[in-house]
Nanobody, 121 residues
C-alpha cells in the first residue's frame, strides 16, 4: 500500500523558516512527480510546487517562487519543502502528493494526511 507521511509543520513568526518532509513508502517512486499543495481555512487546496523525481527539476506557484524550495533527500523516498521568508498568508495545511504531475489535484494519485503550518504576524 502506498503511503505518504508529512512532518515538520508548526508555528513560526513571519519572516521565519520551516522545512517540511514527505516520506514515501510502498512502491518505487522514481517515475512519479512529487507535488506539494496547501489548503487554508475556507479556501480550495492550491498548488505550491512540484519536483520531477527522476530529473530533479522543479516548478513553483508564483506565490511561493523565490521563497520555497523543493528537494529530494539522499534516501530516494523523501522529499522536502524548505519554506523561507514565511508570511501569514502561507498559513495552511500542507500536503504532499505523488502522481503524474502538473498543478491540478486531479493529476495526483496519492496524498499524505497533511501537516499544519501557522505563520504569526
Amino acid at each position: 500500500q502506498v503511503q505518504l507521511v508529512e512532518s515538520g509543520g508548526g508555528l513560526v513568526q513571519a519572516g521565519g523558516s520551516l522545512r517540511l518532509s514527505c516520506a514515501a513508502s510502498g512502491r518505487t517512486f522514481s517515475s512519479y512527480v512529487m507535488g506539494w499543495f496547501r489548503q487554508a481555512p475556507g479556501k480550495e487546496r492550491e498548488f505550491v510546487g512540484v519536483i520531477m523525481w527522476s530529473e530533479n527539476s522543479t516548478y513553483y506557484a508564483d506565490a511561493v517562487k523565490g521563497r520555497f524550495t523543493i528537494s529530494r533527500g539522499n534516501a530516494k523516498n523523501t522529499v522536502y519543502l524548505q519554506m523561507n521568508s514565511l508570511k501569514p498568508e502561507d498559513t495552511a495545511v500542507y500536503y504532499c502528493a505523488a502522481g503524474r504531475g502538473g498543478t491540478r489535484r486531479s493529476e495526483y494519485d496519492y496524498w499524505g494526511q497533511g501537516t499544519q503550518v501557522t505563520v504569526s504576524s
